[in-house]
């Protein structure tokens, strides 16, 4: 008797095409888009298992406790954003053109959903002691972006306390302008405000000139 396939079965050749599920990114990926829609506070573990499809189970697999999700979605944001730093376009040209691309892909960054999530749980968790990890995560991750700008922004003629002020000043300005821009979404002459940011940054990177 001829045995008929199924219809719910993927022929052996077809599933060797088939790329793994990486479910764990899938998860991520699936809060940061939850958050970014509707808030940190709103979204619940129910929801997060509807849009991903997977079982709570496997949300719980992958992240036993809601801490591991929290920071392994600021993991993420971190190692972005030292990839984008770590272009060679980074490590050419005058002071002056390296801290202007700096600007540039930090302010893109900055307009990403990964770090808008980002920001928005550290600041929705940020009187939780339960979040020391988190902490402890930025701390090392602080750390090393500042040891590789340093790289980057050779020729700064500052110590190490002036070059993290000056650092903190672009990194603070920058999500000024960006939640400034959520509140204003037509605000104007937004290159000029990078440019007057870079040259602000400049002049403190030369402080001791």
């Not at 801490?67 to 993420?76: C, G, H, N, S």
């Not at 272009?87 to 700096?102: H, I, K, Q, W």
């Not at 000024?176 to 104007?188: A, F, M, N, S, V």
């Amino acid at each position: 008797m001829k045995k008929t396939q199924s219809n719910n079965v993927i022929p052996i050749t077809q599933a060797k095409k088939l790329k793994p599920v990486n479910t764990r990114k899938k998860i991520i990926d699936a809060y940061i888009e939850l958050i970014t829609k509707q808030g940190f506070s709103a979204t619940t573990h129910k929801q997060l298992a509807e849009k991903t499809q997977v079982s709570s189970s496997t949300i719980y697999h992958h992240f036993a406790k809601k801490t591991d999700l929290y920071e392994a979605l600021i993991d993420r944001a971190h190692k972005k954003f030292l990839t984008l730093i770590d272009d060679e376009d980074m490590f050419a040209g005058t002071l002056e053109t390296r801290v202007s691309l700096l600007v540039s892909l930090s302010w893109d960054f900055f307009q990403s959903q990964l770090y808008l999530a980002s920001l928005e749980i550290r600041i929705m968790t940020r009187k939780d002691p339960i979040m020391v990890g988190a902490a402890e995560l930025s701390e090392h991750y602080d750390t090393k972006r500042t040891q590789r700008l340093r790289q980057i922004l050779v020729g700064a003629n500052v110590n190490d306390r002036e070059l993290w002020e000056a650092l903190t000043y672009g990194h603070t300005t920058l999500i000024g302008l960006c939640h400034e821009t959520i509140r204003k979404p037509k605000l104007d002459n937004i290159d000029s405000y990078l440019w007057r940011i870079s040259r602000n940054m400049v002049k403190m990177l030369k402080s001791a000139d």
